[in-house]
């Protein structure tokens, strides 16, 4: 199920896990999580035969699975695709910069993060894929991409990107 969603439902599904309101019961805390998978609203869930209830939050146990997966050379959303820089030495530097800004807050900015880590490609008159510009202005625009992005191919790159980036780092 992990393959499934996307990095923005990782994005708000997180603090919900890990920060939940002290007032939340089990039960607050699954229908928040059904509604950011499904997309439902409250009432929807509410609405719901209790079998078809007890279905969705059964859903739910894949939260508590460890993450698998491996590094993508290139992740395609909305019709676009991005060639994942691994190479720090291959990043400007404004982009590396960028990177250690949005990092005080890993979790809501990983569409950041990630967009300062791709290079934007396009098809050439051969119908092949190659480099684009990177546009600094085009940014969010990136971001807004790698938020539709399935999570695990994101998730995964980052993994693997910041290891890297600890060693060069520490070097």
């Not at 859903?59 to 590094?71: A, R």
């Not at 008159?125 to 695990?152: C, I, N, P, T």
Request: aromatic fraction near 14%; charge should be positive; charged fraction near 30%.
């Amino acid at each position: 199920m992990w393959q499934e969603i996307t990095l923005w439902q990782y994005q708000q599904i997180i603090p919900i896990m890990t920060k939940p309101d002290k007032d939340w019961t089990e039960i607050n805390v699954d229908y928040k999580l059904i509604s950011i998978l499904t997309g439902m609203t409250q009432y929807q869930i509410d609405s719901l035969p209790l079998e078809d209830l007890k279905k969705e939050r059964a859903k739910l146990k894949f939260l508590k699975e460890d993450i698998t997966g491996k590094p993508v050379k290139y992740i395609e959303v909305n019709g676009r695709r991005y060639r994942v820089i691994y190479n720090i030495k291959d990043m400007p530097f404004a982009r590396y910069i960028e990177s250690k800004v949005f990092g005080k807050d890993v979790v809501g900015n990983l569409h950041k993060i990630s967009a300062s880590m791709v290079m934007p490609q396009k098809r050439n008159w051969l119908g092949r894929w190659v480099d684009d510009v990177y546009d600094a202005s085009k940014h969010e625009q990136y971001s807004l991409d790698m938020q539709e992005a399935k999570f695990v191919d994101v998730y995964h790159t980052l993994v693997f990107f910041y290891q890297v980036y600890r060693y060069w780092i520490e070097v």
